[in-house]
């Protein structure tokens, strides 16, 4: 659709001889996909959304060369039916911030120069002529920025533990793997402003002393490889890769690696293990990655999101960063908001905002008018919250004390009419499916947990299986080796916690 949208835009502006006088682009993500395919009008951005192939002529012909909005593209607010005709003005967009995801949707990704007229390489600049690298470690502390990934770690922190381990060859490596289901936060960073990324890699090769990076991607994703590999050649050719870099004595390349869909492979040892041609399997820490990581170097591994945040904490500074969000958790949060909800899309919100707020006001509410029942954060690894946590605040600690956790951020809303029983078990059944086997606990663990599950769910089950499930769910979190496995039993635990009536009814109708 985007395709010939796109394609029919240029021929239509070429039938009028505009074709060098307005340019059509292709950007990243704008966020909204329950709206796509969008274009926006530059200078005056104008937003039309749900916009189809047939629909180009109408836009060059009325706006472009009559200078008046195709009022039926435009959003139409559910609240009072009025045409919107700003992002700016949209409920979807209002309350975000939008810091890692600053350029998606308003650069052209395949285009370096837009992305330098945006700011872009200027802190990879400032850090290599103004800084040591001991004093970018301090700022990216001080900023309070915690890993995106899911394990919330410092990152300063851990830029400062590979700083100081001594070795001839360290790596940078970012960790594209994303695997949860519905989760499509970093494969959205890469596509729409993947030099965001290589500029932050940069950086963190200066401050840990390493002039390697690697990008760990799943294969799944090509344009997000395509256009990683374009913004890489184009970085060399502008000397912002290679050696000495805007002319110091850094020097750093970085090289693409592809993962095969294993979501085990998110974990930074299994994921080490892969890149390095062995099976895609965790190993005990210590050691840890800092000390001995790929190829039994000292490596620092951060996700794309994490990445991502780094460049603008540099150019608007630590303060400015930590300004934003709760205590304990700095910055902001992106989510994939999915599920039965109206505006299902890419959200970048500060730490700190409510589930309400997100559900209801980003989100549209739940579709067909239908009752809230709960959310499901941190994907297979979180748990599902109820309506009692609406208020609470989204952070690190809040999410962990509610008996969920952030994740990499997926999101996904359930209503009335979902069976949290199968819920369960739709999880139960992935982490199954994508354990690599190797620790008993979790191999054989969950299998029979998933089979109680199973039994339960099909109305064969008793009280006693009830019982069964919560005693096994706390041994296979108790002595799993991975975080795959130590949390693989959440959505388990969390909807005996919230939903036992649930499970109740399924046993009763046993009876
Ligand atoms: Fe593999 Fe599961 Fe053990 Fe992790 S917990 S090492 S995924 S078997």
Redesign the pocket.
């Given at each position: 659709q985007s395709d010939l949208l796109k394609a029919n835009l240029k021929n239509r502006l070429a039938d009028h001889g505009l074709q060098n006088e307005v340019q059509v682009l292709q950007t990243g993500c704008f966020g909204f996909c329950e709206k796509g395919p969008i274009v926006k009008i530059q200078p005056d951005n104008t937003f039309y959304v749900s916009v189809e192939p047939k629909d180009a002529i109408e836009i060059v012909d009325e706006h472009i060369l009559k200078g008046r909005k195709v009022e039926h593209l435009l959003f139409k607010d559910p609240k009072n039916d009025k045409r919107v005709d700003d992002s700016k003005h949209m409920d979807f967009y209002k309350k975000q911030v939008r810091i890692a995801l600053r350029n998606c949707g308003f650069i052209n990704p395949e285009n370096i120069e837009e992305y330098i007229g945006n700011d872009g390489y200027a802190a990879l600049g400032t850090c290599l002529e103004n800084y040591k690298p001991t004093e970018v470690i301090d700022l990216i502390k001080k900023s309070g920025l915690r890993g995106r990934g899911g394990g919330g770690f410092p990152t300063g922190l851990k830029w400062e533990i590979t700083n100081k381990v001594e070795a001839d060859q360290k790596y940078v490596v970012c960790n594209a793997d994303e695997g949860d289901p519905g989760a499509f936060m970093d494969r959205s960073i890469l596509e729409g402003d993947p030099h965001s990324v290589i500029e932050a890699m940069a950086i963190c090769g200066y401050c840990i002393g390493a002039s390697k990076g690697l990008v760990y991607i799943r294969a799944e994703y090509p344009l997000a490889i395509k256009r990683l590999k374009v913004a890489l050649e184009q970085a060399a050719e502008y000397g912002l890769l290679g050696e000495k870099i805007l002319g110091s004595d850094f020097d750093f390349e970085i090289e693409i690696r592809y993962g095969a869909g294993a979501f085990?492979c998110g974990?930074e040892t299994?994921l080490i293990h892969s890149m390095e041609g062995l099976r895609g399997?965790?190993t005990f820490k210590p050691p840890f990655p800092s000390e001995s990581g790929y190829m039994g170097k000292p490596t620092n591994v951060n996700n794309v999101e994490t990445f991502a945040n780094i460049p603008p904490i540099i150019n608007k500074g630590a303060d400015w960063f930590a300004g934003i969000g709760t205590e304990k958790s700095k910055g902001t949060k992106v989510f994939a908001l999915a599920g039965k909800i109206n505006n299902v899309g890419l959200i970048e919100v500060p730490m700190g905002i409510t589930l309400r707020e997100v559900i209801y006001d980003i989100g549209g509410g739940i579709k067909d008018g239908k009752e809230f029942k709960a959310v499901q954060t941190g994907g297979p690894s979180g748990g599902c919250l109820t309506k009692d946590f609406l208020d609470t605040p989204i952070d690190y600690d809040n999410l962990l004390a509610a008996g969920s956790m952030m994740g990499s951020g997926g999101m996904i809303v359930m209503d009335e009419d979902d069976c949290m029983v199968s819920i369960a078990k739709f999880y139960l059944e992935f982490?199954l499916d994508?354990?690599?086997?190797?620790?008993?606990?979790?191999?054989i663990g969950?299998k029979r947990l998933f089979e109680i599950l199973d039994s339960i769910s099909q109305g064969k089950g008793t009280k006693e299986d009830i019982d069964k499930l919560r005693r096994l769910s706390y041994v296979i979190k108790d002595s799993?080796?991975?975080?795959?496995?130590?949390t693989?039993p959440n959505p388990v635990l969390s909807t005996l916690d919230h939903f036992i009536d649930e499970y109740n009814a399924h046993v009763e109708h046993h009876k």
């Open positions: 085990v974990e299994a399997e965790p982490t994508e354990s690599c086997g190797k620790c008993t606990p979790c191999r969950n799993s080796l991975c975080g795959l496995g130590q693989s």
